[in-house]
């Protein structure tokens, strides 16, 4: 078992005297079982899987220099797109508190961040999951110069506990097609401090899995994740739908295994909708859905009903829909999507995306 102690550091062997960069990219994430509800120092209330994107992702540049004072202070310039980005050095700022002590480096550095996403901006893709994933990425590889012996599992391994730290879901974003996250009986590696990668034979059916983005509505969220976790406390339905993570995450365990695509459907649109009505049973109550998320829904049913074709949705904590199919079915999938579903989309728009493998180094 690893603990939280294993993460911070012994003395490193190596200085780093020199200025560098490193240079990553990390993928977002799609959930199948979802997580939301969390406890103290971001740990999940309830297990989750989900799959690895391949096309909406995160590429951050890491450069940094020993600083020339020694204030006490972290120093970082950050950019977006190159150009500075003032509103994002809160969050930042926030993730180095939180990691510092696992990184203990880092107050002796002046970093430059410059990130990009692949994805439109302010399309309503949360890009907390890439983007901090991309950032732990980043810091292990400058970790690995202090400590060059460093194992390729602690590696990822704590890449993923400090994404995890940045924003939860983030540490699902790491390596791997399918990944869970949180401690849970059927999965005997899992933790609650770490994604782990999803070890068991997946079955073809699941080999090159579609998402196919639907972007509803690209306005700032009514209520964030931070806010919507927050509510799962004291929420009069925590408890069951706890438990109900943990024995859809046995379910689909098995449903990837034996490819059953109809249980699938089932089950990934059944936790979509679980989570959303966590969110109108809170109090306060509130809804992230709108008028054309529910077209969509709809009209994804009547088209399963009537072609057999075993498509399906899920949501994340907001409108858009991501719609999911095996890559055989895209011809007509696609073909369905445009005649029928962007007319719901803002300005027609939607992402093409399929299972990936997780954080590549690019430098
Ligand atoms: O990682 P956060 O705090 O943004 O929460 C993400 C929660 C969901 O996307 C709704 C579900 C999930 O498991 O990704």
């Known amino acids: 078992m690893t603990a939280v102690t294993d993460f911070i ?21 799609i959930a199948l079982v979802k997580y939301w509800g969390k406890k103290e120092h971001q740990i999940p209330a309830n297990p989750s899987i989900s799959f690895t994107l391949n096309n909406c992702k995160t590429i951050t540049t890491l450069e940094f220099e020993p600083k020339s004072s020694d204030s006490n202070d972290f120093s970082f310039d950050l950019f977006l797109d190159g150009k500075p980005k003032e509103d994002f050095k809160p969050k930042i ?22 990130t990009e996403n692949t994805f439109p901006h302010s399309s309503g893709i949360a890009s907390s999951a890439s983007g901090m994933a991309a950032m732990a990425v980043n810091l292990m590889s400058m970790e690995k110069l202090f400590n060059p012996e460093m194992a390729d599992d602690y590696f990822w391994k704590k890449a993923s506990f400090l994404a995890r730290l940045g924003s939860g879901s983030a540490c699902r974003s790491i390596k791997g097609s399918v990944v869970v996250w949180g401690k849970s009986e059927s999965i005997k590696e899992s933790s609650d401090l770490f994604g782990v990668e999803f070890t068991e034979l997946i079955h073809p059916n699941f080999q090159q899995y579609q998402d196919t983005i639907l972007l509803v509505d690209k306005g700032e969220k009514v209520v964030s994740s ?3 976790h927050e509510l799962m406390h004291n929420h009069p339905y925590a408890a069951q739908r706890f438990e109900q993570a943990h024995e859809n995450l046995a379910k689909m365990k098995q449903i990837l295994k034996d490819g059953n695509l109809k249980k699938f459907v089932e089950l990934v649109e059944s936790e979509a909708l679980t989570l959303h009505s966590m969110m109108m049973t809170s109090h306060p109550y509130f809804i992230l859905m709108k008028p054309n998320t529910l077209e969509i829904i709809n009209k994804i049913w009547k088209f399963r009903q009537a072609t057999d074709i075993q498509v399906c949705f899920t949501l994340d904590a907001g409108a858009n829909v991501h719609v999911l199919y095996p890559e055989n079915g895209k011809e007509k999938i696609l073909q369905f999507i445009k005649d029928e579903l962007i007319g719901y989309c803002q300005n027609q728009q939607y992402i093409c995306d399929e299972i990936g493998v997780g954080a590549l180094k690019l430098d």
């Open 93 to 114: 700022q926030k993730f180095f508190e939180r990691i510092a002590v696992y990184v203990p480096f880092l107050k002796d550095f002046h970093f430059v961040i410059s």
């Open 226 to 228: 931070t806010v919507g």
């Open 9 to 29: 550091p012994q003395a490193y062997t190596q200085k780093i005297t020199q200025k560098g960069q490193f240079q990553w990219s990390a993928p977002s994430n």
